[in-house]
Antibody, heavy 119, light 111 residues
Framework: QITLKESGPTLVKPTQTLTLTCTFS??????????VGWIRQPPGKALEWLAL???????RYSPSLESRLTITKDTSKNQVVLTVTNMDPVDTATYYC???????????WGQGTLVTVSS | QSALTQPASVSGSPGQSITISCTAT?????????VSWYQQYPGKAPQLMIF???NRPSGVSNRFSGSKSGNTASLTISGLQAEDEADYYC???????????FGGGTKLTVL
């Protein structure tokens, strides 16, 4: 059974850097074809894909946010970390991490963590 | 820029069938067979309902089906039930630099 859980601050100030950790179980990020992605959802709005990291350390980012995003993995800890620099109130959202396979895109999701950006 | 367009809302009565469309502004959906659909209840994480256009993960009711024609993918829910009331999102890969896209979401109301 695949499980994922997001952790990190619930409140950040404008201009600060957000660091979120996704801790997972039930799969290995060393298995060919496997990836972990981050998706966010502002309150009352649609899902937005942010970043993906693959088993071979290939990394992909949403072009609109690429300059502010960094995704890394620690396979020994079964964790994926997303950093978002220069946070702004418009970045207030629930941030999800998800197991990724090319054919299913995102087939297992964490519960999400709400991050509020406010001074 | 690529985008996936969904109707903001659809509704239907119990027992009826409804279809939610997902139209790509470019050839993204048409070129790929990797279209997925997600169901999301308020305050909950999305759940995969359809992958590869028309495949259901184990445990998903066969009342849910997917299809694609040209640049438009569709999710059909037959025999509507009250529990189907939720938001539905499509997603697809894109050949542009965006890589992955989500649709704007559709709120399904069961009357």
């Amino acid at each position: 059974q695949i499980t994922l859980k997001e952790s990190g601050p619930t409140l950040v100030k404008p201009t600060q850097t957000l660091t979120l950790t996704c801790t997972f179980s039930g799969f290995s990020l060393t298995t060919s074809g496997v990836g972990v992605g981050w998706i966010r959802q502002p309150p009352g709005k649609a899902l937005e894909w942010l970043a993906l990291i693959y088993w071979d350390d290939d990394k992909r980012y949403s072009p609109s946010l690429e300059s502010r995003l960094t995704i890394t993995k620690d396979t020994s800890k079964n964790q994926v970390v997303l950093t978002v620099t220069n946070m702004d109130p418009v970045d207030t959202a629930t941030y999800y991490c998800s197991h990724h396979l090319i054919d299913r895109i995102f087939d297992s999701w964490g519960q999400g963590t709400l991050v509020t950006v406010s001074s | 820029q690529s985008a996936l367009t969904q109707p903001a809302s659809v509704s239907g009565s119990p027992g009826q069938s409804i279809t939610i469309s997902c139209t790509a502004t470019s050839s993204d959906v048409g070129n790929y067979n990797y279209v997925s659909w997600y169901q999301q209840y308020p305050g909950k994480a999305p759940q995969l309902m359809i992958f590869e256009v028309s495949n259901r993960p184990s445990g998903v009711s066969n009342r849910f089906s997917g299809s694609k024609s040209g640049n438009t993918a569709s999710l059909t829910i037959s025999g509507l039930q009250a529990e189907d009331e939720a938001d539905y999102y499509c997603s697809s890969y894109t050949s542009s630099s965006s890589l992955l896209l989500f649709g704007g979401g559709t709120k399904l109301t069961v009357l």
